[in-house]
């Protein structure tokens, strides 16, 4: 933390609400590593109040605003000066104190170039394709003209938004670089071999199950796919990427870059990799900092949490099957027997809502049937990185066999029991994971330094 005193400089973030803002924690991880003298702080502003908040951050020589929902239009006519790509985008997010008042800029647009570089995508003379046409996708859209796109398509549910933006970056970039197609016709383009980009708020948390769009023929013409959305990590939209063999990247990236651009601005310095490590390391903690383990019974998520906790002493582990027991002064067998299995399901998802006010950092082992309903996988999403472990039937079976304690196992053939409903189960374990770990020929331990090397 800076020390503040007679020389530090101000900067911050104008928006409503601006809580649960992460700019910033990347403004201040910046000033920490580099020993700049400046603070950057939060301003929940109303509409009415912009313009003279403009007016008094000028005479209080702060340095630089950031500025979010619901202001990026309306403080345009507060400004001395807009940058021209941000004018044709028509919206800011960042101002730059200069002698005369603030000019903006859009970093949205520089974040996302940014993003793009960082994973390697080259745009030039390719094709994207846009999902959405609200703020976001305005500036994702300016931001893949400016890199060379040969042409940009898009595809938003209110069609008129769409045409905004293609006739935007057509008049801007003075040729038909873009053009605009219905929601449902975008699997059916003839394009091939392009960027998809999910621009909408489709699949953010906590409902991170849902996507814009499904069909597998979109994603198989995609080289690659960037998710603007960051949280949750791995948003629908990328699991059906994935799936269909192309790479994904969520909006952390450009979240990160944007406010990198922001602070290059305001500070006047030019800040290198290990500045956006830094912070991407302070936002992926601060975003995903408990690991959860979902998989069947017997996939070892009791074993491989006690042996994560070892090497990761500052967690605290939480077994919900443990804590429901605790909480209901009976064993799960006793719940199941007296209550029924609805009762127990109810508990789960109280447990989980409980664990979300907590503040420290835990290692979750849950139940082999938490993410069988929908509210709890919700919930997983928010609380951290869901780890998947999977094992084959034949390995359950023998890590099982004698095993008299699990209420669901004791009626019938284990063998078949495990079958049936790992069929049942397993697609809904994959559609909630971030990561999928294969435990069958591997030992707790390796799987406890596997899940830290390559999930944490
Ligand atoms: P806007 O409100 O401006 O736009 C929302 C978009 O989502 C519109 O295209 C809208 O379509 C679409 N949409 C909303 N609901 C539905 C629905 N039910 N079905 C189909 N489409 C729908 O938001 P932003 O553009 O500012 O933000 C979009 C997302 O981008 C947010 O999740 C935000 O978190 C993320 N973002 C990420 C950034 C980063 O740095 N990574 C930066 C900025 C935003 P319609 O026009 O028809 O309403």
């Given at each position: 933390?800076?020390?503040?005193?007679?020389?530090?400089?101000?900067?911050?973030?104008?928006?409503?609400?601006?809580?649960?803002?992460?700019?910033?924690?990347?403004?201040?991880?910046?000033?920490?590593?580099?020993?700049?003298?400046?603070?950057?702080?939060?301003?929940?502003?109303?509409?009415?109040?912009?313009?003279d908040?403009?007016?008094?951050?000028?005479?209080?020589?702060?340095?630089?605003?950031?500025?979010?929902?619901?202001?990026?239009?309306?403080?345009?006519?507060?400004?001395?000066?807009?940058?021209?790509?941000?004018?044709a985008?028509?919206?800011?997010?960042?101002?730059?104190?200069?002698?005369?008042?603030?000019?903006?800029?859009?970093?949205d647009?520089?974040?996302?170039?940014?993003e793009?570089?960082?994973?390697?995508?080259?745009?030039?003379?390719?094709?994207?394709?846009?999902?959405?046409?609200?703020?976001?996708?305005r500036a994702?859209?300016?931001?893949?003209?400016?890199?060379?796109?040969?042409?940009?398509v898009?595809?938003?549910?209110?069609?008129?938004?769409?045409?905004?933006?293609?006739?935007?970056?057509?008049?801007?970039?003075?040729?038909?670089?873009?053009?605009?197609?219905?929601?449902?016709?975008?699997?059916?383009?003839?394009?091939?071999?392009?960027?998809?980009?999910?621009?909408?708020?489709?699949?953010?948390?906590?409902?991170?199950?849902?996507?814009?769009?499904?069909?597998?023929?979109?994603?198989?013409?995609?080289?690659?796919?960037?998710?603007?959305?960051?949280?949750?990590?791995?948003?629908?939209?990328?699991?059906?990427?994935?799936?269909?063999?192309?790479?994904?990247?969520?909006?952390?990236?450009?979240?990160?870059?944007?406010?990198?651009?922001?602070?290059?601005k305001?500070?006047?310095?030019?800040?290198?990799?290990?500045?956006?490590?830094?912070?991407?390391?302070?936002?992926?903690?601060?975003?995903?900092?408990?690991?959860?383990?979902?998989?069947?019974?017997?996939?070892?998520?009791?074993?491989?949490?006690?042996?994560?906790?070892?090497?990761?002493?500052?967690?605290?582990?939480v077994?919900?099957?443990?804590?429901?027991?605790e909480?209901?002064?009976?064993?799960?067998?006793?719940?199941?027997?007296?209550?029924?299995?609805?009762?127990?399901?109810?508990?789960?998802t109280?447990?989980?809502?409980?664990?979300?006010?907590?503040?420290?950092?835990?290692?979750?082992?849950?139940?082999?049937?938490?993410?069988?309903?929908?509210?709890?996988?919700?919930?997983?999403?928010?609380?951290?990185?869901?780890?998947?472990?999977?094992a084959?039937?034949?390995?359950?079976?023998?890590?099982?066999?004698?095993?008299?304690?699990?209420p669901?196992?004791?009626?019938?053939?284990?063998?078949?029991?495990?079958?049936?409903?790992?069929?049942?189960?397993?697609?809904?374990?994959?559609?909630?994971?971030?990561?999928?770990?294969?435990?069958?020929?591997?030992?707790?331990?390796?799987?406890?330094?596997?899940?830290?090397?390559?999930?944490?």
């Amino acid at each position: 933390m800076m020390t503040i005193d007679g020389m530090t400089r101000l900067s911050g973030l104008l928006g409503n609400p601006v809580a649960h803002t992460l700019s910033p924690l990347i403004h201040n991880t910046i000033s920490s590593r580099r020993g700049i003298n400046n603070a950057y702080v939060p301003f929940c502003v109303e509409k009415e109040g912009l313009g003279d908040v403009i007016r008094g951050g000028f005479e209080l020589c702060i340095i630089g605003f950031n500025v979010t929902v619901p202001h990026k239009v309306a403080v345009m006519e507060y400004l001395d000066g807009v940058d021209e790509m941000a004018a044709a985008i028509g919206a800011v997010n960042t101002l730059v104190r200069t002698d005369k008042g603030y000019k903006g800029y859009n970093t949205d647009a520089e974040g996302f170039i940014r993003e793009l570089r960082y994973y390697d995508i080259d745009i030039k003379d390719k094709c994207a394709v846009l999902l959405g046409a609200g703020g976001a996708a305005r500036a994702v859209a300016f931001a893949l003209a400016e890199s060379g796109a040969s042409r940009i398509v898009i595809a938003n549910r209110t069609r008129e938004k769409s045409l905004d933006i293609v006739k935007g970056i057509n008049e801007y970039f003075g040729r038909e670089l873009a053009y605009e197609v219905p929601l449902d016709e975008v699997h059916e383009l003839d394009e091939r071999d392009y960027l998809a980009v999910q621009c909408t708020s489709i699949g953010l948390a906590p409902k991170s199950d849902e996507c814009v769009i499904s069909d597998g023929a979109f994603f198989d013409r995609a080289f690659a796919a960037v998710d603007v959305i960051y949280n949750p990590s791995c948003t629908r939209f990328m699991k059906y990427a994935k799936e269909h063999g192309v790479r994904a990247y969520n909006g952390l990236m450009m979240l990160i870059f944007q406010g990198i651009a922001a602070y290059e601005k305001f500070n006047k310095v030019t800040l290198d990799d290990a500045d956006a490590q830094a912070v991407t390391e302070a936002l992926s903690k601060k975003l995903k900092k408990n690991i959860i383990l979902i998989g069947y019974m017997g996939s070892g998520k009791s074993a491989v949490s006690k042996a994560l906790l070892k090497r990761l002493s500052a967690y605290k582990l939480v077994d919900t099957d443990a804590l429901i027991e605790e909480k209901a002064g009976k064993s799960i067998s006793d719940i199941f027997a007296e209550e029924g299995e609805a009762v127990f399901r109810d508990m789960e998802t109280e447990v989980l809502t409980e664990l979300l006010s907590c503040e420290e950092s835990m290692i979750i082992s849950t139940g082999g049937g938490m993410p069988m309903r929908e509210e709890n996988r919700r919930l997983m999403s928010c609380l951290g990185r869901v780890i998947y472990l999977t094992a084959e039937p034949a390995t359950l079976y023998g890590r099982l066999n004698g095993d008299d304690k699990r209420p669901l196992l004791k009626s019938g053939d284990l063998k078949e029991k495990i079958v049936s409903m790992l069929m049942q189960r397993d697609p809904v374990y994959r559609l909630t994971a971030d990561e999928i770990c294969v435990t069958d020929d591997r030992s707790v331990d390796e799987l406890a330094a596997l899940i830290i090397e390559h999930y944490c």
